[in-house]
């Protein structure tokens, strides 16, 4: 249907709605967000982002605004999609056309490609203090402990690095505004141009966090890649931070499935808390041992 109020600044000749019910109901988009492909009466398609009903009740506008800010953000690069209209509950971005990056197509080449792509639009980087980290994590743990989502074991595990001298250490981790979700499917190639159009996944985070949570997205034969060439296209070097970003990554994994539902996990959010809870004991263990943590990650499956 064509929406009876329609501020755009163009007439919606077709639209078709990029995800279909059965869809959204496997976890894909949001039912307070209708996303749709849109084409004027010029015949130019636009992604058009808006909130219906169900996320206006639910509160969403504040989460369209963050978008919108987010995009003007980055000023204007190619990197992103371009802005072409916003108001408070619409966003519409330009389409893109392309190959969409899938994880079993990578090579070392687009491996390299797409490390230098994300170091380089990490923007607005400020240092962030180590020992906020920790208190959030310490908290975080001790909840998860005590609705026996992670073990006694874990926390042992964690309190000790957290007191050891190898964190102690370190007094800084970095904060920037960057594509936060980095899965494959987030980017796609239009001719020589590499585009992240997930606008809803550009957030603030620990710069550090979202490196380590692309690496275990990487296939293992390509990380050492993924690694080098990110690091080598920041102004500083983060390959010191790995523990303290690859426990935050887990942490916050855990954390935010079992938050989001409340303490009651489906079965598929159960299997994500155990294999995260799995690898934390697991990488809590190879430091206590002395394994390097870069050497550690790259070699895990």
């Not at 072409?84 to 519409?92: E, K, L, P, R």
């Amino acid at each position: 249907m064509i929406f009876k109020k329609n501020n755009l600044p163009f007439k919606i000749k077709k639209e078709e709605n990029i995800y279909t019910l059965k869809q959204k109901m496997r976890g894909r988009g949001d039912f307070g967000i209708d996303l749709k492909k849109v084409t004027d009466s010029n015949d130019n398609i636009y992604k058009l982002i808006r909130l219906n009903a169900l996320g206006i009740a639910k509160g969403k506008k504040q989460r369209i605004k963050r978008v919108v800010k987010n995009i003007h953000a980055f000023n204007g690069r190619n990197s992103i999609p371009k802005l072409i209209y916003s108001d408070d509950f619409t966003i519409v971005i330009e389409w893109i056309e392309g190959d969409i990056m899938k994880r079993g197509t990578l090579n070392k080449q687009t491996v390299s490609d797409l490390a230098r792509f994300n170091a380089e639009n990490c923007i607005n980087i400020k240092k962030l203090p180590v020992e906020k980290i920790s208190k959030r994590i310490e908290k975080q743990i001790e909840e998860l402990t005590s609705h026996n989502f992670i073990s006694s074991d874990i926390e042992h595990h964690l309190l000790s690095f957290l007191n050891s001298g190898n964190f102690k250490d370190i007094n800084y981790d970095y904060e920037t505004l960057c594509f936060a979700d980095t899965a494959p499917k987030n980017y796609i190639k239009n001719n020589n141009r590499l585009v992240y159009f997930d606008v809803f996944g550009l957030d603030q985070r620990s710069l550090t966090r979202v490196f380590t949570k692309q690496l275990t997205q990487i296939p293992k034969e390509f990380r050492l890649d993924y690694s080098n060439t990110f690091n080598e296209s920041l102004p500083f070097k983060i390959t010191h931070l790995i523990p303290i970003a690859y426990i935050n990554y887990l942490v916050t994994r855990i954390y935010s499935n079992v938050k989001k539902s409340k303490y009651i996990i489906r079965k598929k959010q159960r299997v994500k808390v155990e294999m995260a809870a799995k690898d934390l004991r697991s990488f809590l263990i190879a430091i206590e041992n002395g394994n390097d943590p870069k050497k550690w990650l790259i070699q895990q499956t």
